[in-house]
T-cell receptor, first 112, second 115 residues
Framework: AQSVAQPEDQVNVAEGNPLTVKCTYSVSGNPYLFWYVQYPNRGLQFLLK??????LVKGSYGFEAEFNKSQTSFHLKKPSALVSDSALYFCAVSYGNNRLAFGKGNQVVVIP | GAGVSQSPSNKVTEKGKDVELRCDPISGHTALYWYRQSLGQGLEFLIY????????KSGLPSDRFSAERTGGSVSTLTIQRTQQEDSAVYLC?????????????FGPGTRLTVL
């Protein structure tokens, strides 16, 4: 079965420091991977996706993600975190009929 | 342009009542998805529409759950005889295509509370 894992529950980072949110995947076939962000009482907002090609994917709000096939990872990164980046982040993999299987989510807290 | 909209934003109901949740996808999007977000189960897939047909209903948790889509646009998720374990946020998403590479865009969700 296709699945993703987000090993950390919460990520704390000081404002201005680099932010990394980890995701590993387990898929059969080509991995199609997504990152979404959820602010309180809001739906999911699309950040970026990896389909094929360049392993470094750039997305919205200054976020990027690095696809690593040998480590089966797709970590989300931002060079300099903002307090407004505090939110819940979900990694997901697309499979069969474009269903998304989500990780449990990571709460990111950016400390001023 | 307008994004995915859902109504109501909040719904409180009594155990045993039926509820209907509505989703308006992005105009022109052929695919529509329903997910459920709950503390215990995280985000889980419920059902998928391609046009007005639902080729994949595998995620519906019981026969109390049903959904339909009309005119290739609006979708309604119906929960009959609601139970307390149905309390969750129900999210709708749409995409322009139906391949695994198409991005799904989500609505704000409907928070359902069953008393």
């Amino acid at each position: 079965a296709q699945s993703v894992a987000q090993p950390e529950d919460q990520v704390n980072v000081a404002e201005g420091n680099p932010l990394t949110v980890k995701c590993t995947y387990s898929v059969s076939g080509n991995p199609y991977l997504f990152w979404y962000v959820q602010y309180p009482n809001r739906g999911l907002q699309f950040l970026l996706k990896y389909i094929t090609g360049d392993n470094l994917v750039k997305g919205s709000y200054g976020f990027e993600a690095e696809f690593n096939k040998s480590q089966t990872s797709f970590h989300l990164k931002k060079p300099s975190a903002l307090v407004s980046d505090s939110a819940l982040y979900f990694c997901a993999v697309s499979y069969g009929n474009n269903r998304l299987a989500f990780g449990k989510g990571n709460q990111v807290v950016v400390i001023p | 342009g307008a994004g995915v909209s859902q109504s109501p934003s909040n719904k409180v109901t009594e155990k045993g009542k039926d509820v209907e949740l509505r989703c308006d996808p992005i105009s022109g999007h052929t695919a529509l998805y329903w997910y459920r977000q709950s503390l215990g189960q995280g985000l889980e897939f419920l059902i998928y529409f391609q046009g007005n047909s639902a080729p994949d209903k595998s995620g519906l948790p019981s026969d109390r759950f049903s959904a339909e889509r009309t005119g290739g646009s609006v979708s309604t998720l119906t929960i009959q005889r609601t139970q307390q374990e149905d309390s969750a946020v129900y999210l709708c998403a749409s995409s322009s295509g139906v391949t695994s590479t198409d991005t799904q865009y989500f609505g704000p969700g409907t928070r359902l509370t069953v008393l």
